[in-house]
């Protein structure tokens, strides 16, 4: 059986951020280091597919001819269109570009994702605010979903069926909430391995962070199955933290221990 390893980048940093594409230097890559990976991925010549491949390939319950890579990316920073997006066509390579609508403050960069599109990217919805989904109302839940899905495809032309999930939060309800608003595929942040027989409204992915250095990103592009059994466990054991200590007392620790780093 072949798999799918879907990898989630944020933003990527070339030292010359404005104050406004901050993000969580956590999940900050820096531009030598981005391109890097993706020459590894050309140069060991990996497979990568569209994530509308794998959905289809789940949807047929029929199998993929070898594994494959899926590249993310969440929040909608401005580094998706000025680094991400050059060096991924430089290196012939697609990606899924989610987006954080209320992020968005121009028209200008509207026309930068509608070129990405124009360029054969692929855009999904990372809700409207980034607010974690479980935390929220039927109302304000259903608001997030549906109204960031309606932005995206009135300012870009192009049909949004992707939903990654804010933090990886989600329950019963989001999902729920989710193929309400007409997503065909949800993306969490559990980590693992797809293939055809996944749920698609559960998908895994594998975060790429500021300090995952080469020879460990290789090893996870090549499947290599110690590594993945490392990092699954690492999830799950925070997964599990998480759920005992509540989000805000996680995410407080985490910023701590970035900023001792």
Sequence with gaps: MHNVLILIYHCIDNGNRSSEDFADPFYTVNEKGFREQMELISKLKLRVIKLDDLICSILDRKPLQQDSLVI??????????????????????????????????????????????????????HTLSHHYLTKLNPVELREELCGSKT????????????????????????????????????????????????????????????????????????????????KVSTSVALRNIKNVIGDETYTRLKSRIVRSK
């Design 72 to 125: 993310t990316f969440d929040d909608g920073y401005k580094s998706d269109f000025e680094i991400a997006a050059p060096a991924l066509k430089e290196f012939n390579l697609h990606a899924t570009f989610f987006i954080t609508t209320n992020n968005v403050q121009s028209e200008t960069v509207w026309n930068k994702l509608t070129e990405m599109v124009k360029n054969g990217f692929s855009l999904g919805s």
């Design 151 to 230: 932005i995206i495809e009135q300012k870009t032309g192009q049909s949004v069926n992707h939903l990654s999930l804010p933090g990886g939060r989600y329950n019963k309800k989001v999902i729920k909430a989710a193929e309400e608003c007409g997503y065909t595929s949800v993306l969490t942040t559990d980590v693992g391995l797809n293939n055809h027989l996944s749920d698609t409204r559960k998908l895994k992915r594998w975060s790429v962070k500021r300090d995952t250095a080469l020879p460990e990103f290789k090893r996870m592009v090549q499947f290599d199955s110690f590594e993945l059994f490392k």
